[in-house]
């Protein structure tokens, strides 16, 4: 890991700004170096937050995107619970980024071959990467500590092999969704955590103050060779007592 970087903002109307600088000098700096910018998102809060913040942005081309997801609940598209569909309506069909250029599970198949599916998509996106490497990878974090859909004590914390896994019994509805594991997400060149909201405060305190041997599966994530940052709020970073930066409106990071 390169460090990692715990940036506070006093809103989540200050953080955005942040954040689409974030996304937007990271796929300037991906496509001048290898002619495309990959992208993983998350679901949850995230959804409505990116989207506002992108298309308020007076520019944005999206053409040389590659758009992936952290994880996906195996539902229909047309489901509220979709990942992709609330981007859809809520981002991708505002923006320049074509079809191919977007990475969705086939919410038609049975978990597990879904996520094989979902590994064969990531794959061929990715020729000649045994372990695909992300530019940046937005994640999100449920106030028990879970990212992507990692969950808490749940054996897939420990997978090594697969870059995409299945689960059926998730916590948090729906049940069955598919996941990036861990030696995908920590291969990603950058990776990003927002996290917005005094429900988040306490886990928040535990995930960046806790010891290196952590229950909560976002203390897990550490990129290998790649940037770390924990983008969040006042009142979710309340209880932390670490060094942050705070940077105010108009962070380039
Ligand atoms: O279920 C999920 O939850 C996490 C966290 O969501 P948030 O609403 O608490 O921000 C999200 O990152 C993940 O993609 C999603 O499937």
Redesign the pocket.
């Known amino acids: 890991m390169t460090g990692r970087r715990i940036v506070v903002f006093t809103s989540s109307a200050e953080l955005g700004p942040a954040l689409t600088h974030l996304v937007t000098s990271r796929a300037e700096k991906a496509i001048t170096s290898h002619g495309r910018f990959t992208l993983g998102l998350?679901?949850?809060?995230?959804v409505s937050m990116l989207s506002k913040e992108l298309l308020a942005l007076p520019q944005l081309d999206c053409s040389k995107w590659v758009v992936g997801f952290?994880?996906?609940?195996l539902v229909s598209f047309s489901d509220p619970e979709s990942?992709y569909g609330v981007y859809k309506s809520q981002l991708f069909s505002k923006i320049n980024i074509p079809d191919s250029g977007i990475l969705t599970i086939d919410s038609s198949l049975p978990v597990t071959e879904c996520a094989e599916d979902y590994t064969r998509k990531l794959k061929e996106a990715f020729p000649g990467e045994d372990l695909p490497v992300f530019d940046l990878l937005l994640?999100?974090?449920?106030?028990d500590g879970?990212?992507?859909?990692l969950f808490p004590d749940h054996p897939l914390l420990e997978e090594t092999k697969k870059i995409v896994a299945p689960i059926s019994d998730?916590p948090?509805p729906p049940p069955q969704?598919v996941t990036m594991t861990f030696p995908l997400v920590n291969s990603a060149r950058c990776v990003a955590f927002?996290?917005t909201g005094g429900s988040?405060a306490t886990v928040l305190k535990e995930v960046l103050e806790g010891g290196k041997v952590s229950p909560y599966p976002a203390a897990r994530v550490v990129p290998t060779n790649g940037e770390l940052f924990w983008l969040i709020d006042d009142p979710a970073a309340a209880a932390l007592t670490i060094q942050v930066e705070r940077p105010g409106a108009g962070a380039k990071l």
């Open positions: 998350s679901g949850g809060s995230l952290c994880d996906e609940r990942t994640l999100g974090m449920g106030p879970h990212t992507c859909s998730s948090k969704r927002i996290s988040k």
